[in-house]
């Protein structure tokens, strides 16, 4: 005990360097506990906005697409399908998904068609 009582008298022997570094400390902290929320939000709205605008919450896939993708493997009935999952009380957009090699003369790219 006779120790802590020395350390807390030395911490206060030399008051303004003591707020100083105390008040440095709680800035410092300060500002990384604001980071860290600026980062989860904006990982947060990342993540909304990927699911919203591009793939959904669930995929589903004509079988045999994931082994040999293809724009032209699609879903047999996909009316009987999207009715079913709508009377279970799911939202469905159905999407049509591509991607390719859009070239100029001088230059390509690759790119991703959205049929919604």
Same mark, same amino acid.
């Given at each position: 005990?006779d120790?802590l009582?020395?350390?807390?008298r030395?911490?206060w022997?030399?008051?303004?360097?003591?707020?100083v570094?105390?008040?440095a400390?709680s800035?410092?902290?300060?500002?990384?506990i604001? =980071? #860290?929320?600026?980062? /989860?939000? +904006?990982? @947060?709205?990342?993540e909304?906005?990927?699911?919203?605008?591009?793939v959904?919450?669930v995929?589903?896939?004509?079988?045999? =697409? #994931?082994?040999?993708? /293809?724009? +032209?493997? @699609?879903?047999a009935e996909?009316?009987?399908?999207?009715?079913a999952l709508?009377?279970?009380g799911y939202?469905v957009?159905?999407?049509l998904?591509?991607?390719?090699l859009?070239a100029?003369?001088?230059?390509?790219?690759?790119v991703?068609?959205?049929?919604?």
């Amino acid at each position: 005990m006779d120790d802590l009582k020395l350390a807390w008298r030395n911490v206060w022997r030399n008051t303004r360097r003591s707020v100083v570094t105390i008040a440095a400390t709680s800035l410092a902290l300060f500002v990384m506990i604001v =980071y #860290r929320g600026l980062i /989860s939000g +904006y990982m @947060t709205g990342l993540e909304r906005n990927i699911l919203d605008l591009e793939v959904g919450d669930v995929q589903a896939y004509a079988s045999g =697409y #994931r082994e040999k993708p /293809s724009i +032209y493997t @699609t879903i047999a009935e996909p009316e009987a399908f999207v009715g079913a999952l709508e009377r279970a009380g799911y939202r469905v957009s159905p999407r049509l998904l591509g991607t390719g090699l859009g070239a100029g003369t001088d230059t390509s790219s690759g790119v991703q068609l959205i049929g919604i």
